[in-house]
């Protein structure tokens, strides 16, 4: 009983000394975009992020009701630093959703203004305070409406001026220790993960062959219906388990090998619906390797075959079906795909076809011998044919782990992007192959095929993007030229190679700044060489520094919300090769 | 005393005289809605040449630039189309939008953009010497990202190219009030949101706010348009289709111009 009251007191002092108006609530969550290009839109620095703040401890005069609820020590307050803005997660100071909302913009307003580096914060403050008002009208209105409404209903908001919610303040000395754990956290994490990675990969192939023995016994327990069955898995399974270096895998030939060709066994097909397929996956090494040139700046000259190249597929893979979750968003490019289907080309000036051309007619008529002319005077339309081959090239280093949010990493929402994108492709009947690649060092540069150009687009390509998994390092140099050298042999008139990455290349060894950066351009400019168009798709910020030197402009897109990037990449896409 | 005004931002109107008298072709690059048709009608008034304008677009076909047979009662007869009107005439040929024609309509500009100025027209077989006041210029806007419709290096590189912008704030601003007779303030107030919308260009929004649509919404508003509403109809809902921008872009409009009833009151 006495916790009862306990409990209904402090609630009723709490509500007495907060000056909040819960229905009239206003969440960040809710406005977080719009406040974001509001905020780009006043000239905030784009490369900063929008976050929620944590409560504040502020030493201030507190009222007696305060001092006997306990509140009044710890504030929601707006304030940034180098690395981003701080907003309240939601604001409820005035009886209106719509002046609540203004507060939002207000703050953002005042946010993108002020100048972070001024000693004195709340002359800063008021300098910003009168710039805005006088630019904006709007602003005007509200800071009146808001001094106005603050003066004649809590008077608490005009003992602490210091605790204006209309201010923005200093970012806390020790922020980074404080309030800004998360990001703290992040590149110790980070680091923390990537050791861990790398020996539990380790772990994890040494387990994978345990396993398999296991697996190997337990479907001995399998009911005796399948047993006849099993023995054929058995027998297959071995022998697929057994390291090939026959011509057929050989990786010259990388991009002839379609998965129906390894797949063929009824077995290995069988395996996977008995089995589950995270235990019996594995990577298959497709020949020996090969070896590539790599561009050395310093040396001005190629390195001859330096770089190892280790192509790779992942077998015994689930095939599965679209994703539910991406259906929406498919039905909707779907919508722009058919626009696209629409269009038609003509073709004039033929000795037959669906209707005579006018123009062809009256010049077959003009001249003064009809007899001697041919007679192509018709036309025809006929679908567009697109004539393009598309490479999506994939970097899947271990850099993409990184989270963008607590569930989401980059990763996944490069495997969201390639499903997708995928999907739009087959729809527009485009040609197009899938690789991945991650390194370490020049001695191993990890090449996975996803879907090569001859493989139809199947659930069990869509099961292979399923199974990506982040890698090592960055060696984007020979990721390229491998891609290029596959991309040569198409057919095709058109042909694009579309990177796909989220940072600047970089491995262990020299291949860090200016050296892969080098090499990386040298890649490019001989992919250029061979007419394929190169394009690259990043998520990496800073992106801005050096793609413009090593794709020159207009060959690359930065997206700087990588949840976006499943809805940007087939618009990208049919952006780039609209109107062919 | 030229009909069009417009205001030099650079040295683009002296450029444009010398590579008129020296016969050379020039290509023109820029936004949408930055004065680039604009500059070009201003030179031929001034210049006293007539000016040929051709909208280019995908099916846009060699005949539609040079020309074709056409029947009347007598029978056939050959129409000049517009080059071949300014290459026997003289007169300025502009193609807007050159990047939006098809790559082999454009090949008919080689020879008339080199040293041969030239026009040879295959169904007659007559091969054109352009006259010497004939002038080809071509312009397009290198924001449009698409790899497969990109100018072909053989054609670009027989111009003289010039570069466009937004103008910079102050003229902007005498341009809006040159062509609407809107107040001054209004006008510096619609250069501002210019300004500010243009900073979401590479990022959220995909074509910034152009003079054209500044200059719309001025007009309007000398009309008696309610400022909000005319920015509202000229300016936002013509710069996207997106819930969050279009939000984003009212709210930065409402905090510019008053909307029409009075907020304070619906809200309080």
Known sequence: MDEKVGKLWAKYLTKKTSSIYEEEQVFFSERSRALKIFYHLLGGDKAKSINITDKRFIKTSRTFFEKISGTGKTFFLSWQDEKGIYLPASLAYFPSKKYNEMHYYWLIAMLSKININSNNIIEENMKTISFLVEKYSGFREFYDYAQEFMIKNSLEFLNHQYLSPLWIYPALSNSNKLLDFDDEDEPLREKEKQDETETLKMKKKAEQINDKKETDGLLLFLPESLMSLLEQVNVDRQENDTFDEDALYNAEILDEITLGQKDANLSSRLKMDLDISAETLEEYPLGKGHFIDEWDYKKECYLKNYVCIKPFIWINVEPIKLPQRHVKMMKKIQHELDLMELDRIKRDNLPYGDEINIDSWIDYKSHKNCSNHSQRFFETYERKTRDISTLILADVSLSTEAGITQEIRVIDMIKDALMVFSESLYRLQDCFAIYTFSSIKNTKVNFHIIKNFKEKYTDLARGRINTIKPGYYTRMGAGIRESAKILDKQQSKNKLLLILSDGKPNDVDKYDGRYGIEDTKKAIEEVKKKGIIPFCITIDMDAKEYLPYLFGQNAYAVIRDPKKLPKVLPEIYMNLTKGN | ?268
């Not at chain 2, 005393?1 to 005289?17: H, R």
């Not at chain 2, 009608?41 to 001034?46: I, V």
């Not at chain 2, 243009?198 to 719309?216: G, P, W």
Request: glycine content about 6%; overall charge negative.
């Open chain 2, 1 to 268: 005393m030229s009909k069009n005004y417009y205001l030099q931002q650079s040295n683009e109107v002296e450029l444009f005289k010398t590579a008129s008298s020296m016969n050379l072709p020039i290509l023109i690059k820029g936004p949408t809605g930055c004065g680039k048709t604009r500059f070009i009608e201003t030179m031929g008034e001034e210049l006293g040449l007539d000016v040929y304008t051709v909208v280019c677009h995908d099916d846009l076909s060699a005949a539609d630039l040079v020309g074709r047979h056409l029947i009347d009662e007598k029978g056939t007869f050959w129409q000049d189309g517009p080059l071949t009107k300014a290459v026997r005439n003289g007169g300025i040929c502009y193609l807007d939008e050159i990047i939006e024609a098809r790559k082999d309509t454009t090949v008919v500009l080689h020879s008339l953009a080199d040293y041969r100025r030239t026009l040879p027209i295959d169904r007659t077989g007559e091969v054109i010497e352009a006259h010497p006041n004939f002038m080809l210029v071509v312009s397009y806007n290198p924001g449009y990202q698409n790899i497969l419709k990109g100018m072909k290096p053989s054609t670009k590189q027989r111009f003289i190219s010039l570069s466009f912008d937004y103008p910079k704030a102050t003229l902007e601003k005498e341009i809006i009030i040159k062509e609407s007779n809107v107040d001054e303030k209004t006008a510096e107030k619609l250069v501002n949101i210019a300004g500010e919308i243009r900073q979401l260009s590479d990022s959220d929004i995909q074509e910034s706010v152009s003079t054209r649509l500044l200059i719309y919404a001025a007009k309007l508003i000398t009309k008696g348009f309610n400022p909000y509403e005319a920015c509202m109809h000229s300016i936002v809902e013509s710069l996207s289709d997106e819930d969050d921008v279009l939000e984003v872009l009212e709210k930065l409009i409402s905090l510019h111009f008053k909307k029409s009833c009075d907020v304070s009151k619906l809200c309080s």
